[in-house]
């Protein structure tokens, strides 16, 4: 098991900038692939953001490229979620989760281990 605590959210107006970090526990982390995902009220859970286990592979939602960057640092047992250019369409709760093996993916049941997540708003 890995247990999961997210932190970082908060509130910040259009345009701003904001960076989450998951805190890993569990001998198995630097050998997982991580995620982020995000939910809003009344809508399912959606894919934000992976990587792989040594970080030289990424993948990111459509929504998300070229305004959010993931990364990790495995002697720190951390994934990082640095969230830029954000839009009130970003407001969500922002959860990380541990993969089941080394290779990301984008559907949340290829991930086996989910922390209690971190709210992010963005308004004006």
């Known amino acids: 098991q890995v247990q999961l605590v997210e932190s970082g959210g908060g509130l910040v107006q259009p345009g701003g900038s904001l960076r989450l970090s998951c805190a890993a526990s569990?001998?198995?982390?630097?050998?997982?692939?991580m995620g982020w995902f995000r939910q809003s009220p009344g809508k399912e859970r959606e894919f934000v953001a992976a990587?792989?286990?040594?970080?030289?592979?990424?993948y990111y939602s459509d929504s998300s490229k070229g305004r959010f960057i993931i990364s990790r640092d495995n002697a720190k047992n951390t994934v990082y979620l640095q969230m830029n250019s954000l839009k009130p369409e970003d407001t969500a709760v922002y959860y990380c989760?541990?993969?089941?093996?080394?290779?990301?993916?984008?559907?949340?049941?290829?991930?086996?281990?989910w922390g209690q997540g971190t709210q992010v708003t963005v308004s004006s």
């Open positions: 569990g001998r198995t982390f630097s050998n997982l692939a």
């Open positions: 989760a541990a993969g089941r093996g080394p290779t990301p993916g984008i559907r949340d049941n290829l991930f086996g281990s």
């Open positions: 990587i792989n286990w040594n970080g030289d592979i990424v």
